[in-house]
């Protein structure tokens, strides 16, 4: 092929790390790739960002639960810098009491939550095995590119395989998972469980990153997705120096393999010659070609906006259009000139997953006033101190909280300049209530609503997924009927960020699939 300043083999629209994931497949593929970010850095929702200098907290995800070892091993993300500064971590739900309970990963805590609760050991056990058993029986179905639903046999085959390793993992998991579909996780874990710590615990677990609440049908199924993608990766681990690590390691595996990232390059238009994906304009007005585009932002504004409504069937752009619900969780980074003392918290997990979610009626509260775009009065929190594991991250004895706030509504009564500053003293409240003395030990914060992570960091809405993840949206459905196979009805644009199969998270599962894909789709057309 050949090739010139402005010409490439493939471009990559997104230097998120899916876009980035795409292109690293590509670029050891022997592809000169280009990938395009809009913003003056790389990283999307996977940064590192100094709150004041010297300070360094996980910009917007902190934590990586479902980044496969398959993905890690091929693109040798080791060997260009990429170490974890802890592994394994824990999850604990933390009690206004001190009773916090540790979610046990082996037998040993196992006991040491028997003592604690011991009314609902047994039926945790059962829970964890049954969770565990439907998420295997769909896990192989995340890591691949879903079935196409519009060809008869792939969807015979697709049953056929279904029902056979329902079949081998015992007579009635495929019927348990078909229960789990419609089922709210509220009436699950309030027919199975008593401690209401636990029951919150696992709600928040369950809901993370959707606007639905608790008791919204579907959310049953979403802790088995939830833990069907975890299956994918190594467990909870923390990124050395951040998730601006991650994207370091994989922006050099781009440079090694010939390609470029360029940044403060947004795309305004991707251009078609003869019916095929030519190339991209940037806002600027310059062209870029290549015979391939990889769009790894939100598919909507991919297909409509930058590629026109032309390029898609009537009903395929009323399906695209469906207006995607904004995100709903915040992100609250702040600086400690000490470690916050969490009442009754063993110091060996001052570095563990923390989750303020008290209770199933509070998880429920929570995601009610964020959907009528009200603040609660009891925020629910998932908390991290990556300095713990990560002491460089900020000076000696200092230490970095990063603060998820599950159910903040996009938009709020009054207007988020309005709400700002109560909000912040709301979240810093409820952490104090747990951790007393903290606010005397902040030096500086960090607040990002769901539109300021759009606006700083550009994940589409500020939404966890980029697009809901909600039942009618998942595997052949994801981002919409026709267009799960990454592949767009306008030969040589790919889609592959975390709005399609198998949807958000730190998992690189978008962008790998869709890369290896438009591989095999121009290998078969030699
Ligand atoms: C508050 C919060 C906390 C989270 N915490 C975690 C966590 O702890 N663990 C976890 O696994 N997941 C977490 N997530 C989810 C995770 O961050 C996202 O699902 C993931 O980062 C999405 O990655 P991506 O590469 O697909 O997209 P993005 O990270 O959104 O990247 C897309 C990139 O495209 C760029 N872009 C947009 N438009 C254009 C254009 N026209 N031209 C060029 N470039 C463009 C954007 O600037 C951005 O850099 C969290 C999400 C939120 C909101």
New binding site residues.
């Given amino acids: 092929m050949s090739r010139s300043g402005n010409t490439f083999d493939a471009i990559v629209?997104?230097?998120?790390?899916?876009?980035?994931?795409a292109a690293a497949r590509l670029a050891r593929a022997g592809r000169r790739v280009l990938v395009?970010?809009?913003?003056d850095?790389?990283?999307?929702?996977?940064?590192t960002s100094e709150i004041v200098p010297g300070y360094a907290a996980?910009a917007?995800?902190?934590?990586?639960?479902?980044?496969p070892k398959r993905i890690e091993r091929a693109l040798k993300l080791a060997k260009h810098g990429l170490r974890y500064a802890a592994r394994d971590i824990p999850t604990v739900a933390l009690d206004p009491d001190g009773g916090h309970v540790l979610l046990p990963r082996n037998r040993r805590e196992f006991s040491r939550f028997a003592k604690r609760l011991p009314r609902d050991a047994e039926a945790y056990r059962d829970y964890a095995a049954d969770l565990h058993t439907q998420a295997a029986l769909i896990a192989p179905l995340l890591g691949d590119i879903p079935p196409d639903l519009r060809e008869p046999e792939v969807l015979r085959k697709f049953c056929r395989r279904l029902v056979w390793r329902g079949e081998i993992s015992g007579g009635s998991t495929l019927q348990k998972l078909m229960r789990r579909l419609p089922e709210s996780i509220g009436d699950r874990l309030d027919a199975e469980f008593e401690s209401p710590l636990l029951k919150g615990a696992l709600a928040f677990d369950a809901t993370?990153?959707g606007g639905e609440g608790p008791y919204a049908p579907g959310t049953s199924f979403r802790a088995v997705w939830r833990e069907a993608l975890r299956m994918q990766g190594q467990g909870l681990r923390q990124i050395a120096g951040g998730?601006g690590a991650l994207i370091r390691a994989l922006i050099a595996i781009v440079s090694a393999g010939g390609g470029e990232l360029r940044l403060n390059?947004?795309?305004?238009r991707i251009f078609i010659e003869n019916g095929v994906a030519a190339g991209?304009e940037?806002?600027d007005g310059t062209l870029l070609r290549a015979p391939l585009v990889l769009s790894?932002?939100?598919p909507r504004?991919t297909l409509l906006e930058?590629a026109g409504a032309q390029c898609v069937e009537t009903h395929q752009a009323l399906e695209l259009s469906r207006a995607p619900r904004p995100?709903t969780?915040?992100?609250l980074n702040l600086a400690l000139e000490r470690a916050p003392l969490f009442t009754g918290l063993a110091a060996e997990l001052h570095g563990a997953r923390l989750l303020i979610a008290p209770s199933l009626q509070e998880v429920d509260e929570a995601a009610a006033a964020c959907n009528e775009g009200r603040l609660t009065s009891a925020p629910v929190l998932?908390l991290?101190m990556p300095s713990v594991a990560d002491p460089a991250l900020a000076p000696e004895g200092h230490q970095i909280l990063?603060v998820?706030?599950h159910s903040a509504p996009h938009e709020v009564e009054g207007g988020w300049p309005m709400r700002r500053e109560g909000f912040v003293q709301k979240v810093v409240r409820r952490i104090a209530s747990f951790a007393p003395g903290i606010e005397e030990a902040m030096i500086a914060g960090e607040i990002?609503t769901?539109p300021d992570?759009e606006l700083k960091?550009?994940?589409?809405g500020?939404?966890?997924?980029?697009g809901d993840l909600r039942l009618d949206r998942l595997l052949a459905f994801r981002p919409a009927p026709g267009f799960s196979r990454y592949e767009t009805p306008l030969a040589g644009l790919y889609l592959?960020?975390?709005?399609n199969h198998p949807?958000?998270?730190?998992?690189g599962l978008?962008?790998w699939i869709a890369a290896g894909a438009a591989i095999d789709k121009m290998e078969a057309g030699r």
């Fill in positions: 629209i997104g230097a998120g790390h899916n876009g980035l994931v395009l970010e809009a913003r850095a790389p990283g999307g929702a996977s940064a996980p917007v995800a902190h934590l990586v639960d479902a980044f993370l990153g998730p390059a947004a795309v305004e991209v940037l806002l790894a932002i939100n504004v930058l995100g969780t915040a992100k998932e991290h990063s998820i706030v990002l769901p992570i960091y550009g994940l589409a500020g939404d966890w997924h980029q592959c960020g975390a709005g949807g958000g998270g730190v998992t978008p962008g």
